[in-house]
């Protein structure tokens, strides 16, 4: 049986990444239901290096973002483009809302970027984790290495429900990606207590 032949979607995606030197790349097949860890956030570049890596793997993935770049005609290109509003301004069970989000659905890639700003943060949410094990799916460690300019979907972490210890084998990877603006890295470590609901 031949490949799948790659989509013009995938091939022009491929070139633009090339153009700038960039490359995408796939450590292992992605599941059908995964929760993708985006770090380091440190620009809006991020999203644009996010959607080519959509467009060059033909994985297409929903994510989340403050619910107030969502405007107007702007809003309806981002939704089309995979975006969830959060409001962040309040507490609203979002971990319980995508938990059921993954059980109503036969295929979901939800994209969250821990750190939940570009700029530095003194610790990870770590709503991403407490949906996964809501939702008892896998966890890809996705990412954009500004210094090898490679653009990616990493390992795949299945969760124990010790998320100490999870999050030691999380902290190892993205300790060899470097964002964009590396002073802009958030500190790799998680609140855990009193934290309330989890938006990631």
Same mark, same amino acid.
């Given at each position: 049986?031949?490949?799948?032949?790659?989509?013009?979607?995938?091939?022009?995606?491929?070139?633009?990444?090339?153009?700038?030197?960039?490359?995408?790349?796939?450590?292992?097949?992605?599941?059908?239901?995964?929760?993708?860890?985006?770090?380091?956030?440190?620009?809006?570049?991020?999203?644009?290096?996010?959607?080519?890596?959509?467009?060059?793997?033909?994985?297409?993935?929903?994510?989340?973002?403050?619910?107030?770049?969502?405007?107007?005609?702007?809003?309806?290109?981002?939704?089309?483009?995979?975006?969830?509003?959060?409001?962040? =301004? *309040?507490?609203?069970?979002?971990?319980?809302?995508?938990?059921? $989000?993954?059980?109503?659905?036969?295929? &979901? @890639? %939800?994209?969250?970027?821990?750190?939940?700003?570009?700029?530095?943060?003194?610790?990870?949410?770590?709503?991403?984790?407490?949906?996964?094990?809501?939702?008892?799916?896998?966890?890809?460690?996705?990412?954009?290495?500004?210094?090898?300019?490679?653009?990616?979907?990493?390992?795949?972490?299945?969760?124990?429900?010790?998320?100490?210890?999870?999050?030691?084998?999380? =902290? *190892?990877?993205?300790?060899?990606?470097?964002?964009?603006?590396? $002073?802009?890295?958030?500190?790799?470590? &998680? @609140? %855990?207590?009193?934290?309330?609901?989890?938006?990631?």
């Amino acid at each position: 049986m031949s490949e799948k032949r790659e989509s013009f979607l995938q091939r022009l995606s491929r070139v633009v990444l090339g153009i700038f030197g960039w490359r995408a790349e796939v450590l292992a097949p992605l599941p059908a239901k995964c929760v993708i860890v985006g770090a380091h956030h440190t620009s809006n570049w991020d999203l644009i290096m996010g959607l080519l890596l959509m467009g060059a793997t033909g994985y297409r993935f929903r994510w989340l973002a403050k619910d107030s770049v969502f405007w107007g005609p702007l809003g309806v290109v981002l939704r089309f483009l995979g975006g969830i509003p959060v409001n962040r =301004r *309040e507490r609203n069970q979002l971990v319980a809302q995508m938990r059921d $989000r993954f059980q109503e659905a036969t295929s &979901l @890639k %939800l994209a969250i970027t821990p750190e939940g700003t570009r700029g530095e943060t003194p610790y990870w949410k770590s709503g991403f984790y407490h949906i996964a094990i809501g939702a008892g799916v896998p966890l890809v460690l996705g990412y954009a290495d500004y210094r090898r300019k490679v653009v990616g979907f990493g390992p795949i972490l299945e969760p124990t429900g010790d998320i100490v210890a999870d999050f030691e084998q999380i =902290r *190892e990877f993205y300790a060899d990606i470097t964002g964009k603006y590396p $002073r802009n890295h958030g500190i790799m470590k &998680l @609140k %855990l207590q009193n934290e309330g609901p989890a938006v990631p």
